[in-house]
């Protein structure tokens, strides 16, 4: 029985579409479609209309109006729009043309859908209202009927426009969770139920300022940053609520503040919403929304995923004098130039402490490697029992023409390393293993 139903549909549907393609397929003239130039719809251009009504196929209205050059959405909420999504439509309308005329007088619009158009569009131009009214697909999927009002003449349009027409207030409206000026952005302040960070950026680099002070990993904050100026509202949960209880954002699981010189922009993340979602609240703007949860996830990230991990600025290649500290003795290498034998001038290291002489500079490079490439998995607030009291080695290094010197002490505690960078709070977390490789390539310079 079952199977005697599915075929008796499949059946019904061949009658329809062979029905199209006799009564409307079969009327195209051969070579029609390139020989026949297509009549537009409407005699407008795009930039004179200053009003659009759209009715959805759900039955949701929503109006939009232009001041000068600004729309505005002022029914059924007022709301900024998204101006890409408007201007698709005004375009669309400006540029839309009949595919083909299927019946200049239908004697019955319910055929086509068109007895209560699903989607509606009207706009105004130059204080002249027109409209479009959208009906079903055509059997094939590949236009849509549509007509204008007080008319039966029924007209083919392109199916993939329905999509431009077919618009909800929310798809209208613009959705950034939050107002941004991307390249003012100098402040950025984190706050949870168990840490506060704060990070400032002064001439073009990122700093951390609490919950210490210290260098920070500009591409990670930048990237935070960045997420947060292009968050996207995913739903409108409740245009004005009346509580905020309701969605966690009375006592909000993260709030971010941005600073933009003198302004700040404030996201509010409150509790979990449906679909992996989470409600949120730009302070300044009444209505709460939803964001995608992991935004939260990114923000509750720990302090140390943005601290800086590289313990050094320095590189091999910009690197002039290295000096080791190690089991009571310094050893240390200077970049110097000289000429070769043809009189052109080279660059080439020589030891220089303990005492003075050549240097295989490829092991030197080797060494800097070693060193420069030392990165933290992790960090702690204080250097108690990490052996950082005795360091095993101390490494001074001078980069950038001799500008800029960083020293670091490196110790091992059983079977862990540690790290203290100078000037930086607390210990760096490192592999064993960094150790053995500076100490094993410093002792191939012997």
Do not use: H
């Amino acid at each position: 029985m079952r199977g005697l139903r599915s075929f008796l549909g499949l059946f019904v549907i061949l009658i329809a579409l062979g029905a199209y393609l006799y009564f409307v397929e079969s009327k195209r003239t051969p070579g029609s479609d390139t020989e026949e130039k297509k009549e537009k719809v409407f005699a407008v251009e795009a930039d004179k209309i200053d009003e659009v009504t759209i009715k959805s196929a759900s039955g949701e209205r929503t109006t939009l109006k232009k001041t000068g050059t600004d729309w505005q959405i002022v029914a059924p909420v007022n709301a900024v729009p998204d101006c890409a999504e408007v201007s698709g439509v005004t375009s669309n309308l400006s540029t839309l043309e009949m595919q083909r005329v299927i019946d200049e007088n239908a004697a019955d619009l319910k055929d086509y859908g068109l007895a209560e158009p699903r989607i509606e569009v009207s706009f105004k131009a130059d204080g002249t209202q027109q409209t479009l009214q959208i009906g079903d697909k055509t059997p094939p999927g590949t236009d849509l009927y549509a007509k204008l009002p007080d008319t039966k003449k029924v007209f083919l349009i392109a199916s993939y426009l329905e999509s431009s027409f077919n618009k909800s207030t929310f798809d209208l409206r613009d959705k950034a969770a939050l107002k941004l000026d991307r390249e003012k952005v100098d402040a950025l302040e984190i706050g949870t139920a168990d840490r506060q960070l704060r990070f400032a950026k002064t001439d073009g680099e990122w700093r951390m300022t609490q919950p210490v002070a210290g260098r920070t990993d500009f591409t990670a904050v930048e990237s935070l940053v960045g997420r947060l100026g292009t968050a996207q509202m995913k739903s409108i949960a409740s245009p004005e609520p009346a509580d905020l209880k309701e969605y966690g954002l009375d006592d909000p699981a993260a709030t971010v503040r941005i600073g933009s010189g003198s302004s700040q922009a404030v996201l509010l993340i409150g509790k979990p919403a449906e679909e992996g979602n989470v409600y949120a609240k730009d302070q300044s703007r009444p209505a709460v929304f939803t964001l995608e949860s992991s935004l939260l996830d990114e923000v509750k990230k720990d302090a140390g995923e943005f601290r800086q991990k590289d313990l050094f600025d320095a590189r091999s290649f910009n690197t002039t004098r290295v000096e080791i500290a190690r089991a009571g003795q310094t050893v240390a290498f200077e970049k110097t130039k000289v000429k070769d034998k043809d009189g052109k001038e080279e660059e080439k290291w020589r030891q220089v402490a303990p005492a003075t002489k050549d240097a295989d500079s490829a092991k030197v490079d080797s060494l800097l490697t070693a060193i420069t490439g030392a990165r933290a998995d992790g960090f702690q607030p204080d250097t108690a029992k990490t052996g950082l009291d005795k360091p095993e080695l101390t490494v001074t290094v001078k980069f950038d023409d001799g500008k800029k010197e960083e020293r670091v002490a490196f110790a091992r505690s059983g079977s862990d390393g540690y790290a203290s960078r100078s000037g930086d709070p607390g210990a760096a977390r490192i592999p064993a293993s960094t150790i053995e490789s500076i100490v094993k390539a410093l002792e191939e310079l012997k």
